[in-house]
């Protein structure tokens, strides 16, 4: 569900190092032989992810989230924003956002077999979190992704449709989907629209898979959604379960046959018997 064709763009922008030549699609002739995954590369990029786990800078359990915080800190969250040159740094700039990127152009590259190309695309996503991580800490940022964290996190979760301001898609996808016992469900991997009406009628959910590859897609009403204070979690009353036999969906398409009405149908269903109203 991801869109990678933005890479070669503002993450781009910020660090030379990446190469988007290394990022073109092979040609049609190539495609057609299978290349083996850069294993190495992959191993590593699993061992980036445990240390963004671990760091507590880093909310997403996935490891394909947006950072922490995405957008500083805002009223009502559970630290205050303190004037210091480097948390104003953060205020509009979203490092986690281009770190995510990145990382996402890195399994590009190990998938196809191009283990010199992912290991420099993941240097440079390690460089750009070191200094990430670096201006939280002496911004004295709390660290995150802690029980007491979430445990607060998920007990001050609101309906999405209380919410009297504005969701962003970047705010909402990429986004970590937890139960109210705090359980990881997932992560928001898209959004879609009621044809009819041009309002958010579900948002995809994506689990499994390494970087939002392989992924399987779950479609939840957008209204059985719960938020925490600025968007840090999105709270589903639902177990691993119901997401497991709830229907699913093409990673390209809500509907394989075009059928809107007929496939949101049985979503709604589905969902009306397993989430309390």
Request: with cysteine.
């Amino acid at each position: 569900m991801m869109r990678f064709f933005v890479i070669c763009g503002r993450a781009a922008l910020s660090l030379s190092v990446l190469s988007c030549a290394a990022l073109i699609a092979p040609t049609a002739s190539a495609q057609t032989v299978k290349v083996r995954p850069a294993q190495q590369c992959l191993s590593d990029l699993r061992a980036f992810d445990s240390t963004l786990q671990k760091d507590g800078y880093w909310l997403h359990g996935s490891g394909y989230g947006y950072g922490y915080p995405a957008y500083s800190y805002g009223p009502g969250t559970l630290a205050p924003i303190t004037d210091t040159p480097s948390n104003r740094r953060y205020l509009n700039a979203r490092p986690g956002y281009e770190v995510r990127m990145l990382i996402a152009s890195a399994n590009i590259l190990a998938q196809r077999g191009q283990q010199a190309a992912c290991e420099t695309v993941l240097t440079a996503s390690k460089s750009l979190y070191a200094s990430y991580a670096s201006n939280m800490r002496e911004g004295k940022f709390p660290r995150a992704d802690n029980d007491s964290w979430r445990r607060a996190q998920i007990a001050s979760a609101q309906p999405v449709t209380d919410n009297l301001g504005a969701y962003r898609s970047d705010q909402l996808v990429g986004t970590e989907l937890v139960n109210p016992k705090g359980e990881n469900l997932g992560s928001i991997s898209d959004i879609v629209l009621d044809p009819q009406t041009g309002k958010v009628a579900y948002l995809v959910i994506g689990r499994g898979g390494l970087f939002g590859f392989d992924q399987k897609y779950t479609p939840v009403p957008w209204t059985d959604f719960k938020a925490t204070t600025g968007t840090s979690l999105l709270v589903l009353n639902a177990t691993k379960a119901e997401i497991e036999d709830a229907p699913k969906i093409q990673n390209d398409s809500f509907s394989s046959d075009g059928d809107f009405a007929g496939q949101s149908g049985k979503v709604d269903d589905y969902w009306l018997a397993h989430v309390p109203k």
